[in-house]
């Protein structure tokens, strides 16, 4: 493991207000432009490196899979002697300051301009062939065999680690495809949980889940190597099987991330109050056959001004 980067527990609290320039001096220290910060920010709030259309490979929620970890979150490259300067100079502030960069640019109606882009750019144009009955029953039994031979693997200590590892990882992209031939539109109820209209939901939610997950980092654990790849490596094997997110929290140090998590706790309880746009646009709504659709005439009218006003910032941020 590659010691780095107070950067990282910033992207992982999401992982307002347009003016930027306050944060300006902290993304000059760490030589990042702007563009690339909040591209960083964007696509770690959503858990999608590669804006494309949502498909079967993409995946949604904790898995165990290191690939598709490295799909859904990246800390943005920054040049050594960058991350040199700031770990001998006052982390703690540093990281105040790249907490308030990422809370004010998400606050931002330059963010949610971006988002709806992305969110737009994310929709699913396909879904996946569903299984009949007799290919689900066959599925089926083959993960409960793989199941029970698995539990007998774990028990013969002559067995690699990786061999278990992949049968687990086998069985569980089996469970999440019988998952989604439960549903006839998988890849639509993954754009809606990865992108919900209202991007508040998901900013709340990956604060949420960055408070849980640095709770249960041990800041204390001892490191061996480096190995012959040149990274360090846990002494605990347990911690070596801990996610991306957690062994990057871990590297991003106890100090940095005693001032992140009081930050992200402070701005939970104060609410997250993004730009007064709305959080929708106007071809979300319809596309999505949203349940207000018999909103009566008197309601719709007030709204027409307002959609006109969104047509026109999105259409300012595409230019």
Request: with cysteine; proline share 4%; aromatic share 6%.
């Amino acid at each position: 493991m590659k010691k780095y980067k107070i950067v990282t527990a910033a992207l992982l609290m999401v992982a307002g207000a347009t003016a930027f320039h306050v944060a300006d001096d902290i993304l000059a220290k760490l030589n990042l432009q702007q563009q690339d910060a909040q591209q960083a920010i964007l696509k770690n709030l959503v858990g999608q490196l590669y804006l494309e259309p949502i498909n079967e490979r993409t995946v949604f929620g904790h898995t165990d899979d290191v690939e598709a970890q490295m799909r859904a979150f990246r800390t943005p490259r920054i040049a050594k002697a960058n991350i040199a300067a700031m770990m001998s100079g006052n982390k703690a502030e540093a990281a105040k300051e790249l907490c308030n960069y990422v809370k004010n640019y998400l606050h931002s109606k330059t963010f949610i301009v971006q988002y709806h882009k992305a969110r737009d750019a994310a929709k699913p144009t396909s879904e996946p062939v569903r299984m009949d009955a007799a290919a689900v029953v066959s599925m089926q039994k083959n993960v409960k065999d793989q199941e029970k031979n698995l539990a007998d693997l774990r028990k013969n200590k002559m067995v690699p680690a990786a061999m278990t590892e992949k049968m687990e990882q086998f069985i569980a992209e089996h469970k999440r495809t019988l998952a989604n031939n439960e549903d006839p539109t998988p890849n639509k109820t993954k754009w809606m949980k990865m992108y919900p209209e209202d991007p508040s939901v998901i900013i709340k939610t990956r604060l949420q889940e960055y408070l849980s997950l640095a709770a249960t980092v041990d800041f204390n654990a001892k490191l061996n190597g480096p190995n012959k790849s040149g990274n360090m490596e846990f002494v605990n094997p347990a911690y070596e099987k801990k996610s991306l997110k957690w062994k990057a929290i871990f590297r991003a140090g106890k100090e940095v991330n005693d001032v992140t998590m009081a930050f992200v706790s402070q701005w939970l309880k104060e609410g997250i109050k993004l730009n007064s746009m709305v959080m929708v646009t106007p071809s979300a709504s319809k596309s999505e056959g949203s349940s207000n659709s018999s909103t009566s005439s008197n309601d719709e009218k007030p709204q027409k001004g307002l959609f006109n006003k969104i047509k026109s910032v999105i259409k300012q941020g595409q230019e």
